[in-house]
C-alpha cells in the first residue's frame, strides 16, 4: 500500500516550529516530538506562544541587537524597518519564512518561527531514533499549536510513520470537525486528549472557545475504541476545585472501565514559556490575570491526584 504523500504532484508538507527528540513524558516509552504550527484555541497559560499562529514569525532577543539594519535591506516582505535608529518589527505584515533576515543578522538576534517540511523531512528525522522506539516502546508524538489544524498533514505524517512500523501518538485540544477527526482517527495509537475545563462559560473565558465540540470529539473517540489519556492543565483557580475535578471524573464515568480509555495525565502550570512572548512582542495574557499564584503546591497536586484515584481512574502527574 502506497502512503499518498503528494498532492497535485506536490509532495505534501507541514509547517512545523520545532522538533524535540527522546521525550519520555509524551506518549509510552521514548519518542520524538514534532510541533505544528496554528492552533485554534488561545489558552491564557500556553507555553508555546510562537505555535498560536499558522504563518511563520520573527522572533527577536532584543538584547542582542545591536540596530545595525542588516535585516532591514534583506527582508523582502519590509517586516523589519528602523524608527529613529533604532530596528523595529511590522508584525501587521505577513512573513513568507524566507529566512533572510535571520542569515543576515549577525548578532543571532532573529529566530524565525515556522518551517514547511515535506512528510519524508520529518519522516528522516523521526527515522533516526527507530531503534530507541523499539527499545522501550516509543514512537513518534505529534503536538502543537494544535496538529490536527493541518489534518490532511497530520493525517499524511501518521501514515507514513506506520508504514515505517513507528507507533503514533497526537497531542490534541481537540477542538476538530468530524472531518478532520475522521481523517486521522485509525492512523493515531494514541490520542493525548486535553480537558481543561467543564464549565463552557468558564471554558470559553479561559480558551477563546467553547467545549462543546471538544467533549463531543473525546466521548466519540472513546465509544469507538480510539485510545485516549486525557491530560488536564491544572491551575490554581482556575480549574483545581473539587467541584471542577470531580466535573470531569463524572464526564469519565461512563467509560473509565472501557479498555481504551489509558486514565489521566495531570500537568501543573508552568511559567517555562513566558520568555517567548516578550521575543514576540506578545503580552503574557496570565499576567493580565487576577493577583495571584496559579502554581499548585506539591499537598495540593497530591490532593486532586487523590481525588481522582478514589474514583478508580489511574491517574499520573506529570512534570515537564
Ligand atoms: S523571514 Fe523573510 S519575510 Fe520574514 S521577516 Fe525575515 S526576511 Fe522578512
Ligand atoms: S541585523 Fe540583527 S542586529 Fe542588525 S538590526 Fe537586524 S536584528 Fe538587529
Known sequence: MDVDLKKDGIERCARIFNTQKYNVHDGPGVRT??????????CKWCSNPEGLRSDCQVMMKKNACINCG?????????????????HKINRDITCIGCRKCEKACLQNAIEIVGEDKTISEIMDIVREDKDFYLMSGGGLTV?????SNQAESLKSLLEASHMDGINTAIETCGYMSQKSLDLIKDHVDLFLFDIKQMDPVKHKYWTGVNNERIL????YLLENGHKVRVRMPILKGVNDSKEEIMA?????????CFKNFDGIDLLPYHRYGVGKYGQLDMEYPMDKEMEGEFGLSG????????WIDEENIEVNLVRH
Open 143 to 147: 503536538g502543537g499549536g494544535e496538529c
Open 216 to 219: 463531543r470529539n473525546l466521548a
Open 70 to 86: 542588516l535585516c532591514v535591506g534583506v527582508c523582502p516582505k519590509k517586516i523589519h524597518y528602523m524608527e529613529n535608529g533604532v
Open 248 to 256: 470531569v471524573v463524572d464526564f469519565l464515568e461512563d467509560y473509565k
Open 33 to 42: 516530538l514534532i510541533f505544528f504550527k496554528g492552533c485554534p484555541l488561545r
Open 299 to 306: 499537598e495540593e497536586l497530591d490532593r486532586i491526584q487523590k
